[in-house]
């Protein structure tokens, strides 16, 4: 492999004008068909095989035109201090507010309190109204909300408390777009100082940008063949970013370092290609790996979603192997810094500079056994608290204060009881049942008397008559571990109730589906990370030709991502340190953050993984001793894997100041992760662990070294390809 990338490197750079040229051309023609693409579908988030998703697609087929996914709005009233909102002026102002929705844009229906059983609370002070829409939340018009917002402002100014909860005020999921603009700004600085020029700073941002571009045009033209809404390419669009900075900052990282040797800039591509580049082919296979793999998750969005990143990343990749040396035929030795070009000859052997990295790893090299133990005792003490992880989905109850949703939802809590804000929706099918109004009576009998129940309202039946639903409201919280005790509960006498009744009970509502969604992730936690993690230690046996350095990395991956993981139990779980980056209210960490972070975080740390490694594995099949070997592998790559993992963090780091909690622990997590991977484990476990190895790090056995193939990701065969090269070349170590 690395002759061909050799080769490809020298094509790209001989032939720079045609490479840049056709991707210019392959952008404008992406960005034309994505302009003239009909809009992206809605996501239509689906749970396939949870009862929570069968009894919704169940009530969209029996109760037709009830807009069973449409968006809905609660309005709290409350009545001024020492008042009834029963009084005659507070129950006209509720009235009038609540008629004036009644003809608003979108509504199908706003049900006023006052004729409605148990809307309004049993002290008087408190009353709420169900206002129904017939789309959903993202599709509301502006007149519908600004209709919804002008009648709570009428209320109020009749004296009332008036605060709106439910997802008709949802706001779309923040883009990031200043984080993403702050990030690339700090990648910029730590690109410039890291390469000390400004060129070679400014063409990793610019092919990435190209790539995104490229990646976010393609997912727009074919998005409404695939159904890939403009949601999907979130994923993409930042790991498209991310990996697109570090393939090409791995380029021309080693690049620079060929000139530096006194190579010529073609020869410096070639090389740069087939050596740097043959990490980046792998490394991007890892990512595709572990983006691919969240189609066993079960959750249809999140396929899609890892699909398109997966796409994203092969775009990075290609770009890296073609564009990037296509540009460094345009910019020839401006990558140097000024007085590097200036100075007569070869900048310094490789070799002969002890920087940083070879005084880091000569340090770990005198002292292996306490580093590595130093590393993983505070990777795990950092990863205890994720012993006590609590996945769910979390609400309102989640929002800052400041929002009218987080408010409203603490006036029912008060009002009504924090159970009101969480209400189970109960699917009877009474079809083929002999008596179906005695059924349905019989499953709300049943129900109501199940502990943890607060109330049951009557049975409300479709026309056909065939089916019944019924609202069981709990006496806790929807994010409560109680609450998903009693959902389990009321499905676990479902047999019973179809013995004795001939119905079919099901349970469903927002918060039965949350709890199927984390339990269906929590599910599919071990065998996406079986997945992930075997295909990708097969695929690192291939590159390293070694069984312990790929089992190492996936090991130290795992406890990276343990220690992240506690990192965020304990801030938005536990509380600790809350306050200093804005989290107003502790709860169940999101769903959906373990496979997210195993999934990201995989895919950046097998970045680092290969690249540094690789140039580690370069040294010794050259001839150099194992200790020799970290030391040269750190003293090239060191600085590069460093700048990129600080780029990393910082782009990360940006979502923790968004308001949405959701955002906030993402930004955290990732950040963390980054920063628990790259600096303990990649720069420090990692050369402790090969240390102590020495020449078994690289064993082999030779029946297996017979069956794999070579694909040379050292560059050990480019002698063959590039006459300038003559080095002793050292095998596996084989037995």
């Not at 890291?194 to 997912?219: E, N, Q």
């Not at 790991?239 to 570090?246: E, H, K, N, Y």
């Not at 309102?396 to 969480?422: C, H, I, M, V, W």
Request: aromatic letters at 6%; charged letters at 15%; glycine letters at 12%.
């Amino acid at each position: 492999m690395a002759t061909f990338l050799y080769r490809l490197g020298r094509w790209a750079f001989v032939r720079r004008r045609l490479v840049t040229l056709l991707w210019v051309a392959v952008l404008a023609v992406c960005g034309v068909l994505a302009a003239k693409a009909p809009a992206a579908p809605d996501d239509g988030f689906s749970m396939p095989g949870t009862e929570a998703q069968k009894a919704f697609d169940l009530m969209n087929e029996r109760f037709p035109g009830g807009h069973a996914d449409g968006a809905s709005a609660r309005l709290v009233f409350v009545a001024p201090s020492g008042q009834k909102i029963t009084a005659q002026s507070n129950q006209k102002a509720v009235e009038k507010t609540v008629a004036e929705l009644a003809h608003a844009e979108q509504v199908t229906g706003a049900v006023d309190p006052f004729k409605m059983q148990g809307a309004v609370s049993k002290d008087g002070t408190t009353a709420y109204a169900t206002v129904n829409y017939s789309v959903k939340a993202g599709e509301l018009s502006k007149g519908a909300t600004d209709a919804l917002q002008q009648a709570a402002q009428h209320g109020r100014d009749a004296g009332l408390k008036v605060e709106i909860g439910g997802n008709a005020l949802m706001a779309k999921p923040e883009t990031g777009g200043s984080s993403e603009a702050i990030g690339m700004a700090l990648s910029a600085v730590v690109l410039v100082i890291t390469f000390g020029s400004l060129v070679a700073a400014g063409l990793p941002l610019l092919t990435a940008v190209i790539g995104v571009g490229l990646g976010m045009s393609l997912i727009a033209a074919l998005g409404s063949t695939l159904g890939l809404s403009s949601t999907t390419g979130t994923l993409a669009m930042m790991l498209g970013l991310a990996v697109g900075i570090d393939y090409a900052v791995f380029i021309v990282s080693r690049y620079r370092a060929e000139l530096s040797e006194g190579r010529t800039p073609q020869e410096a591509a070639g090389r740069a290609v087939g050596t740097a580049g043959s990490a980046v082919v792998f490394a991007g296979l890892t990512v595709v790996i572990a983006l691919a793999g969240l189609s066993v998750v079960g959750i249809p969005l999140l396929a899609k979603m890892g699909m398109a990143a997966a796409g994203t990343v092969v775009i990075a990749v290609l770009i890296a192997l073609t564009l990037v040396p296509a540009l460094l035929g345009f910019i020839g030795r401006k990558v140097l810094p000024r007085k590097v070009r200036k100075a007569e000859g070869p900048a310094q052997p490789a070799g002969a500079k002890e920087n940083g990295g070879a005084r880091w790893a000569r340090f770990v090299l005198r002292r292996p056994l306490a580093v590595l133990l130093l590393g993983v005792i505070g990777l795990g003490a950092l990863a205890a608290p994720a012993l006590d992880l609590r996945l769910g989905l979390p609400g309102d109850e989640a929002k800052p204060t400041s929002t009218t949703q987080r408010r409203a939802y603490d006036l029912l809590s008060e009002g009504f009881g924090p159970g009101f804000n969480g209400p189970l929706t109960v699917l009877v099918d009474v079809k083929g049942t002999a008596d179906p109004k005695a059924a349905a009576g019989e499953v709300a009998k049943t129900v109501s008397g199940l502990p943890g129940v607060v109330t049951v309202t009557p049975p409300m039946f479709n026309k056909a008559g065939d089916t019944a639903l019924l609202n069981a409201i709990p006496a806790t919280g929807p994010a409560e571990a109680a609450t998903k005790d009693l959902v389990h509960t009321i499905r676990g006498h479902a047999a019973g109730l179809k013995a004795s009744t001939g119905a079919t009970v099901l349970v469903s509502g927002t918060t039965a589906m949350n709890i199927d969604v984390s339990q269906k992730l929590t599910d599919a936690l071990l065998p996406y990370l079986a997945v992930v993690v075997g295909l990708a230690v097969l695929l690192l046996l291939v590159v390293f030709r070694s069984v312990l350095v790929p089992l190492k990395a996936a090991l130290g991956f795992l406890l990276s991502v343990a220690a992240a993981l506690g990192a965020v139990v304990a801030v938005f779980q536990w509380g600790w340190l809350a306050d200093l980056i804005g989290v107003e209210q502790t709860g169940p960490v999101m769903s959906m953050m373990p496979i997210f972070m195993i999934g990201v975080v995989f895919g950046l740390a097998m970045d680092y993984e290969v690249f540094l490694v690789t140039r580690i594995r370069e040294g010794y099949v050259h001839g150099e001793q194992p200790g020799e070997a970290i030391v040269t592998g750190f003293r090239h790559n060191a600085r590069v894997v460093t700048a990129a993992a600080f780029i990393m963090i910082a782009v990360f780091a940006g979502f923790i100041g968004m308001s949405e909690p959701m955002i906030k622990m993402m930004g955290l997590g990732l950040a963390a992760a980054v920063a628990f991977d790259a600096f303990v484990v990649r720069m420090t476990v990692v050369p402790a662990v090969l240390a102590l190895l020495g020449r078994r790090a690289w064993w082999l056995p030779r029946w297996l070294d017979r069956l794999i193939p070579d694909v040379d990701v050292e560059g050990s065969k480019l002698h063959a390809a590039a006459p300038e090269a003559a080095a002793p070349v050292r095998e596996s170590v084989t037995v």
